[in-house]
């Protein structure tokens, strides 16, 4: 691929916005859609977005090439097409950009959550898509941000080491080299497997916002998520899903990092067990719970990641019974089948595989 000038981001979110900025701070063309356009309307009148930041982050007005919500518009010069928008859009935004795509683009959804770029890249061949494009994932959303204004983001931290991973694995190199000058940051992730089951939000977001129903409708969330929302009980069932997922992800030849590795190895933050390891992570400290059960920590995290990793271990023959659990419980306050709107092997077009077929296919492109 020729050196990357085109950026496209789509969706105006706080991420979508600090993603936007940043790179054109950086020198980049970039255009930001939105498929309404009232929400970025004030964006389009003033031409950019004001990034704000900390210490030495990227700060500025970010002049934007194109605000649109035109679809067509917003994919015609681009080179790079970064997705920033909750997983459960993911299908939808597949289904609008496939009429447009041209051979060599690449698309890279920050995050997938689990198994993201299998349902794209499904989405798009089920569309009748021929264009030769590279769908990849990265494990975590690089950016902690958050919107100030209508046109306004600001950035509170760019992650350090972000895995990234192209379905299938072959082409991860490609997207590494083309997105380097924009994002050194992004690493080998192996395959989109190994990005999607170290979802360390699988675990944490849905569970803690559960156990708390009481305490968040109560106070509309006036509590501390992690440092109040988190005690001797919650961890403990906390640590049995946890486990559940790496057992899920060794089934399939992966091994997982366990929370307590990733948040020693993300924050330095140690303990005896998982409880104490998350009231020794400064950076939980403040955080407020949600305000509400209508949050992206259940209509998200529940479809878009426990139920593909539960799905992963029923297809292998792994107990997850704690998973279950926490999906009936979402299923049940939400009044919502999570598991007939979530991403299930057999949705997935993965679900008669072997771990060695399925392997292959991560890998290498082939499916059986």
Not at 353 to 368: A, D, Q, R, Y
Request: aromatic fraction near 8%.
């Amino acid at each position: 691929m020729n050196a990357v000038e085109n950026y496209t981001v789509i969706g105006a979110g706080h991420g979508g916005k600090a993603m936007a900025a940043h790179l054109a701070l950086m020198g980049f063309k970039v255009t930001l859609y939105n498929r309404t356009f009232e929400h970025v309307e004030i964006i389009h009148k003033r031409g950019g977005i004001d990034l704000e930041s900390y210490d030495s982050w990227p700060h500025g007005f970010g002049k934007l090439a194109l605000v649109t919500a035109d679809i067509k518009k917003a994919l015609a010069k681009a080179q790079v097409i970064m997705v920033v928008v909750p997983s459960s859009a993911h299908v939808d935004i597949a289904k609008t950009c496939a009429p447009y795509l041209r051979n060599k683009q690449i698309i890279l959804l920050h995050p997938g959550r689990t198994c993201g770029a299998i349902e794209f890249k499904m989405t798009l061949v089920a569309q009748g898509c021929k264009a030769d494009v590279i769908v990849a994932e990265a494990e975590t959303f690089i950016y902690a941000s958050r919107s100030d204004g209508p046109a306004q983001a600001r950035i509170f931290r760019i992650k350090e080491a972000v895995p990234l991973a192209a379905l299938p694995a072959i082409h991860t190199q490609v997207v590494l080299d083309a997105i380097k000058p924009a994002y050194p940051q992004f690493i080998d992730g192996k395959n989109v497997l190994n990005t999607g089951l170290n979802n360390m939000g699988a675990i944490f977001h849905p569970t803690i916002t559960l156990l708390n129903a009481g305490w968040i409708e109560a106070t509309h969330g006036d509590f501390q998520f992690y440092i109040d929302g988190v005690t001797t009980s919650t961890a403990r069932l906390l640590e049995v899903l946890d486990r559940e997922r790496v057992t899920v992800a060794s089934a399939v030849g992966v091994r997982a990092r366990t929370a307590m590795e990733w948040l020693q190895l993300a924050y330095n933050a140690v303990g005896e067990d998982l409880n104490e390891a998350i009231h020794n992570q400064p950076g939980y400290y403040g955080i407020k719970a949600p305000s509400t059960l209508h949050h992206r920590y259940i209509f998200e995290d529940v479809p878009m990641s426990l139920v593909p990793i539960a799905s992963l271990g029923g297809r292998f023959g792994v107990s997850v019974r704690g998973m279950d659990s926490i999906i009936r419980m979402a299923c049940i306050i939400h009044r919502t089948d999570y598991w007939k709107r979530g991403r299930t092997v057999d949705k997935l077009g993965i679900g008669h595989l072997s771990v060695s077929e399925l392997t292959h296919f991560v890998n290498e492109g082939i499916k059986s």
